[in-house]
């Protein structure tokens, strides 16, 4: 499905008269695919996953967002693997060596974050659908055994190793498509 979500990509970009990134991040909520595109040619993929409440722009839903977004910041650079972000800042900790470390665990932001912000006024960008204002990233996951089960709260969650081959990757800058939320595949 990544190659009809880049052709909704360019259908999208023609719609607000913008232009592509050299770098393209095609995400399929639904087949919990993430795929980098260099031009239309696909890089990099692996699997992703997204908010247990499903999709919604809405601020306060806890679901994740679709539709034309970039990445507007990047943050953790240099952390470890596991490193524990609040509010895009380190804490000094890994969640595997945390007293509450375990199955229990409230679920974290780690490892490193990519923020996006919604290139699409009134679906992802605006009062009360407001993805940046939303704090939707990608970052790491503190339950890895439980990938790619769906258990964000609005965020797109990746193992360590494709996140930080991402982070590395990907520039500010660089627009993420997440498709719109029909999986019904028609």
Not at 110 to 118: D, N
Request: hydrophobic share 35%; proline share 5%; aromatic share 8%.
């Amino acid at each position: 499905m990544l190659p009809s979500e880049f052709e909704n990509y360019r259908r999208r970009l023609t719609k607000w008269r913008l232009r592509a990134t050299e770098n393209v991040l095609i995400i399929s909520v639904c087949e919990k695919k993430l795929g980098l595109y260099r031009g239309s040619r696909l890089c990099f993929e692996c699997l992703v996953s997204s908010a247990e409440r499903g999709r919604s722009c809405r601020e306060g839903s806890l679901g994740t967002p679709w539709g034309l977004h970039a990445v507007a910041e990047k943050h953790g650079s240099g952390l470890p693997e596991g490193a524990v972000l609040v509010g895009r800042q380190f804490t000094g900790e890994c969640w595997f060596d945390r007293a509450d470390c375990g199955p229990d665990q409230k679920a974290l932001v780690t490892t490193r974050i990519l923020r996006l912000r919604g290139l699409e006024e009134g679906i992802n960008i605006g009062p009360g659908i407001d993805s940046f204002n939303r704090f939707i990233y990608l970052h790491g996951t503190n339950h890895p055994n439980r990938f790619p089960e769906n258990i964000s709260a609005g965020c797109l969650l990746l193992n360590d190793p494709d996140l930080l081959t991402l982070f590395n990757d990907v520039p500010v800058g660089t627009h993420v498509w997440l498709s719109e939320p029909d999986c019904s595949g028609a």
